[in-house]
């Protein structure tokens, strides 16, 4: 069974920092690219940033590039978002997906998904 748990969300304030998990379980993680998408109340799920299967090709979306950062280690088979400098804007369910082709994309097309986690940002 494809498993994607999400953890480290929280409440923080502004300025302060979070570092998010995703273990995966159920599939070949080394084959696939990780997503993270957050969605706020009354918004789109939106991409915030995806590494490639290889670890070749990171993204980041404009507005967290400078202040979040993406790892994986494949070992554990988990996929890290590092978020620093936190916004009130970024208050959202943050999830972590799965794409199968090991390329990754900013689009929510992803195969698998997890259940997210809530990160506020208090002003």
């Known amino acids: 069974e494809v498993q994607l748990v999400e953890s480290g969300g929280g409440l923080v304030q502004a300025g302060g920092s979070l570092r998010l998990s995703c273990a995966a379980s159920?599939?070949?993680?080394?084959?696939?690219?990780i997503g993270w998408f957050r969605q706020a109340p009354g918004k789109e799920r939106e991409g915030v940033s995806y590494?490639?299967?290889?670890?070749?090709?990171?993204y980041y979306r404009s507005s967290v590039r400078g202040r979040f950062t993406i790892s994986s280690d494949n070992a554990k088979n988990t996929v890290y978002l590092q978020m620093n400098s936190l916004k009130p804007e970024d208050t959202a369910v943050y999830y972590c997906?799965?794409?199968?082709?090991?390329?990754?994309?900013?689009?929510?097309?992803?195969?698998?998904w997890g259940q997210g986690t809530q990160v506020t940002v208090s002003s």
């Open positions: 159920g599939f070949s993680f080394d084959d696939y690219a």
């Open positions: 590494i490639s299967s290889n670890g070749g090709t990171v």
């Open positions: 997906a799965a794409d199968p082709s090991g390329l990754g994309t900013i689009v929510p097309n992803y195969a698998y």
